[in-house]
Protein backbone atom coordinates (compact mmCIF):
# COMPACT_ATOMS: atom_id res chain seq x y z
CA UNK A 1 0.00 0.00 0.00
CA UNK A 2 1.52 3.31 -0.93
CA UNK A 3 0.38 6.61 0.62
CA UNK A 4 0.81 9.72 -1.08
CA UNK A 5 0.25 13.20 0.47
CA UNK A 6 0.46 16.43 -1.98
CA UNK A 7 1.14 19.64 -0.62
CA UNK A 8 2.07 22.44 -2.22
CA UNK A 9 -0.95 24.32 -3.38
CA UNK A 10 -2.74 28.13 -2.05
CA UNK A 11 -4.28 30.91 -3.69
CA UNK A 12 -2.30 32.86 -6.59
CA UNK A 13 -3.14 35.31 -9.07
CA UNK A 14 -3.28 34.92 -12.92
CA UNK A 15 0.58 34.58 -14.38
CA UNK A 16 1.76 33.71 -10.62
CA UNK A 17 3.81 30.01 -10.30
CA UNK A 18 3.13 27.22 -7.85
CA UNK A 19 5.41 23.66 -7.33
CA UNK A 20 3.31 21.15 -5.77
CA UNK A 21 4.57 18.17 -4.28
CA UNK A 22 3.51 14.48 -3.66
CA UNK A 23 5.36 12.64 -1.33
CA UNK A 24 4.95 8.96 -1.32
CA UNK A 25 5.07 6.48 1.71
CA UNK A 26 7.06 3.46 -0.16
CA UNK A 27 10.54 3.08 -1.14
CA UNK A 28 8.85 1.09 -4.35
CA UNK A 29 7.66 4.75 -5.25
CA UNK A 30 10.31 4.48 -7.98
CA UNK A 31 8.85 1.69 -9.18
CA UNK A 32 5.53 3.25 -10.37
CA UNK A 33 4.25 5.92 -12.94
CA UNK A 34 3.11 8.95 -11.74
CA UNK A 35 0.61 11.18 -12.72
CA UNK A 36 -0.84 14.69 -11.89
CA UNK A 37 -4.85 14.87 -12.07
CA UNK A 38 -7.47 18.01 -11.36
CA UNK A 39 -10.82 18.21 -11.04
CA UNK A 40 -12.84 21.67 -10.91
CA UNK A 41 -16.14 21.77 -9.33
CA UNK A 42 -18.87 20.16 -11.32
CA UNK A 43 -16.43 18.32 -13.42
CA UNK A 44 -14.68 15.47 -13.96
CA UNK A 45 -11.48 14.39 -12.59
CA UNK A 46 -9.32 15.38 -15.45
CA UNK A 47 -5.20 14.10 -16.69
CA UNK A 48 -2.57 17.14 -16.13
CA UNK A 49 0.85 15.06 -16.58
CA UNK A 50 2.87 12.04 -16.46
CA UNK A 51 6.23 10.46 -15.91
CA UNK A 52 7.50 7.06 -15.72
CA UNK A 53 9.00 5.41 -13.34
CA UNK A 54 12.31 6.44 -14.08
CA UNK A 55 11.97 10.02 -15.36
CA UNK A 56 12.92 9.59 -18.35
CA UNK A 57 9.80 10.00 -20.22
CA UNK A 58 6.87 12.50 -19.36
CA UNK A 59 3.62 13.48 -21.12
CA UNK A 60 1.39 16.38 -20.46
CA UNK A 61 -1.92 17.18 -21.47
CA UNK A 62 -2.58 19.69 -24.23
CA UNK A 63 -4.17 22.73 -21.87
CA UNK A 64 -0.84 22.63 -19.83
CA UNK A 65 1.71 22.30 -22.24
CA UNK A 66 4.31 24.98 -21.86
CA UNK A 67 3.26 25.80 -18.67
CA UNK A 68 3.22 22.80 -16.02
CA UNK A 69 6.63 20.46 -15.54
CA UNK A 70 6.27 17.19 -14.21
CA UNK A 71 9.26 15.95 -12.60
CA UNK A 72 9.93 13.65 -9.96
CA UNK A 73 13.06 12.51 -7.20
CA UNK A 74 13.04 8.90 -6.86
CA UNK A 75 15.87 9.20 -3.73
CA UNK A 76 13.31 11.48 -2.14
CA UNK A 77 10.16 9.46 -2.68
CA UNK A 78 8.73 12.53 -3.98
CA UNK A 79 7.53 13.97 -7.33
CA UNK A 80 6.85 17.67 -8.55
CA UNK A 81 4.55 19.63 -10.31
CA UNK A 82 6.11 23.12 -11.84
CA UNK A 83 3.00 25.27 -12.31
CA UNK A 84 3.84 28.26 -14.24
CA UNK A 85 1.71 31.14 -15.87
CA UNK A 86 -1.49 30.32 -14.14
CA UNK A 87 -4.77 30.95 -15.47
CA UNK A 88 -8.01 31.17 -13.38
CA UNK A 89 -9.40 27.92 -15.75
CA UNK A 90 -6.51 26.01 -13.59
CA UNK A 91 -8.17 26.19 -10.21
CA UNK A 92 -9.37 22.88 -9.35
CA UNK A 93 -8.22 20.30 -6.48
CA UNK A 94 -4.89 18.61 -7.74
CA UNK A 95 -4.50 14.81 -7.18
CA UNK A 96 -1.20 13.08 -6.94
CA UNK A 97 -1.15 9.04 -8.22
CA UNK A 98 0.51 6.16 -8.83
CA UNK A 99 0.70 3.42 -11.30
CA UNK A 100 2.05 0.73 -13.52
CA UNK A 101 0.47 0.81 -16.51
CA UNK A 102 1.96 3.79 -18.62
CA UNK A 103 -0.58 2.84 -21.61
CA UNK A 104 -3.10 4.46 -20.36
CA UNK A 105 -0.87 6.94 -18.60
CA UNK A 106 -4.13 10.13 -19.53
CA UNK A 107 -6.85 7.24 -17.55
CA UNK A 108 -7.68 7.59 -13.86
CA UNK A 109 -8.02 3.84 -14.49
CA UNK A 110 -4.25 3.30 -15.17
CA UNK A 111 -3.43 4.49 -11.02
CA UNK A 112 -3.63 2.11 -8.26
CA UNK A 113 -2.81 4.73 -5.66
CA UNK A 114 -4.44 8.43 -5.01
CA UNK A 115 -3.20 11.15 -2.59
CA UNK A 116 -5.75 13.31 -0.91
CA UNK A 117 -5.46 16.23 -3.25
CA UNK A 118 -4.59 19.66 -2.51
CA UNK A 119 -6.69 23.49 -3.77
CA UNK A 120 -5.32 25.59 -6.60
CA UNK A 121 -7.05 28.39 -6.55
CA UNK A 122 -6.03 30.92 -9.10
CA UNK A 123 -7.60 34.60 -9.31
CA UNK A 124 -8.03 36.52 -12.29
Known amino acids: QVQLVESGGGLVQAGDSLRLSCAASERTFSTYHMGWFRQAPGKEREFVAAISWSGSTTYNADSVKGRFTISRDNAKNTQYLQMNNLKPEDTAVYYC?????????????????WGQGTQVTVSS
Open 97 to 113: AAGEDWGRRTSILAYRY
